[in-house]
């Protein structure tokens, strides 16, 4: 589905999803160097059950127009101006890891806009390391490959190795590839500054109402569970699921994070 968002083509994949008014709406939001592709397995279950999906491409990333943007704070923004253009009144906010932080701001900035959120691989602040942060100014090859060793639980440094899970890391790689080559423009380093210097989650956690889901991987060494538990803890009657995964959840544990997701926006009704 393409539409157009302040002027620049945005992509969001519906998983042939018509929208229809009234209808639940459910909105994914990938991570960094990352595009709507990585939700393609939740997005046809939630549409097969009967939801309205968009799985977002942010812009600068898979078939949406750049530039990238710098800041939590922007791409929340756009998102927001995304469900205005798409006639969304209110939707559930799923987002996985800089995604989060997107979806977090997003539902603090438009509470009314927002029915629920599922946060996924989350924490705040999400501090990126002065080592990767040079690495993917100076080295995007090399920041891809550190960050599939350290994402996917079954090939992470410690873990025995294990076929599907080096086949998995493998397609994740092989995305990060293809946009880099799609957007030459630093992306990676620009994605990992917004996570690194996204300040407002305290403050956006408190303004929180809505009905709140995290999805947490317990083998997840990028944004370990433990680092979350002040998140967690800031907004109201959140519900924490664990997973058996690292932090490619939504690959690792596709049919996991479905039924979390699936018995989440259940509840709501």
Same mark, same amino acid.
């Given at each position: 589905?393409?539409?157009?968002?302040?002027?620049?083509?945005?992509?969001?994949?519906?998983?042939?999803?018509?929208?229809?008014?009234?209808?639940?709406?459910?909105?994914?939001?990938?991570?960094?160097?990352?595009?709507?592709?990585?939700?393609?397995?939740?997005?046809?279950?939630?549409?097969?059950?009967?939801?309205?999906?968009?799985?977002?491409?942010?812009?600068?990333?898979?078939?949406?127009?750049?530039?990238?943007?710098?800041?939590?704070?922007?791409?929340?923004?756009?998102?927001?101006?995304?469900?205005?253009?798409?006639?969304?009144?209110?939707?559930?906010?799923?987002?996985?890891?800089?995604?989060?932080?997107?979806?977090?701001?997003?539902?603090?900035?438009?509470?009314?806009?927002?029915?629920?959120?599922?946060?996924?691989?989350?924490?705040? @602040?999400?501090? %990126? &390391?002065? /080592? !990767?942060? =040079?690495?993917? *100014?100076?080295?995007?090859?090399?920041?891809?490959?550190?960050?599939?060793?350290?994402?996917?639980?079954?090939?992470?440094?410690?873990?025995?190795?294990?076929?599907?899970?080096?086949?998995?890391?493998?397609?994740?790689?092989?995305?990060?590839?293809?946009?880099?080559?799609?957007?030459?423009?630093?992306?990676?380093?620009?994605?990992?500054?917004?996570?690194?210097?996204?300040?407002?989650?305290?403050?956006?956690?408190?303004?929180?109402?809505?009905?709140?889901?995290?999805?947490?991987?317990?083998?997840?060494?990028?944004?370990?569970?433990?680092?979350?538990?002040?998140?967690?803890?800031?907004?109201?009657?959140?519900?924490?699921?664990?997973?058996?995964?690292?932090?490619?959840?939504?690959?690792?544990? @596709?049919?996991? %994070? &479905?039924? /979390? !997701?699936? =018995?989440?926006? *259940?509840?709501?009704?």
């Amino acid at each position: 589905m393409l539409l157009d968002v302040n002027g620049k083509t945005a992509w969001a994949y519906t998983a042939g999803s018509a929208p229809a008014p009234g209808r639940p709406a459910i909105v994914f939001i990938h991570g960094a160097q990352n595009d709507h592709s990585v939700w393609t397995a939740q997005a046809r279950v939630l549409a097969h059950q009967g939801h309205h999906v968009l799985a977002v491409d942010l812009p600068g990333h898979g078939r949406s127009a750049g530039p990238a943007l710098a800041t939590v704070e922007d791409m929340a923004a756009w998102l927001l101006d995304l469900l205005d253009t798409a006639g969304i009144d209110r939707a559930v906010l799923a987002g996985h890891s800089m995604g989060s932080l997107i979806a977090l701001e997003a539902a603090s900035r438009a509470p009314a806009r927002v029915r629920a959120l599922a946060l996924v691989g989350s924490t705040w @602040p999400m501090k %990126v &390391s002065d /080592a !990767l942060l =040079d690495m993917a *100014r100076t080295n995007e090859p090399a920041a891809i490959d550190m960050v599939n060793l350290w994402s996917h639980a079954a090939i992470a440094p410690g873990a025995p190795g294990q076929p599907q899970g080096v086949w998995l890391a493998g397609a994740s790689r092989r995305l990060m590839q293809r946009l880099s080559q799609l957007n030459p423009a630093q992306l990676f380093h620009t994605d990992f500054v917004a996570c690194n210097t996204y300040a407002n989650g305290g403050v956006a956690a408190q303004a929180i109402a809505c009905p709140t889901l995290f999805v947490q991987g317990r083998r997840d060494i990028m944004t370990p569970p433990r680092s979350a538990q002040a998140l967690v803890a800031a907004i109201p009657h959140a519900r924490v699921v664990a997973l058996d995964c690292g932090h490619a959840l939504m690959t690792e544990q @596709p049919d996991g %994070v &479905s039924a /979390a !997701l699936t =018995d989440f926006v *259940r509840g709501l009704d």
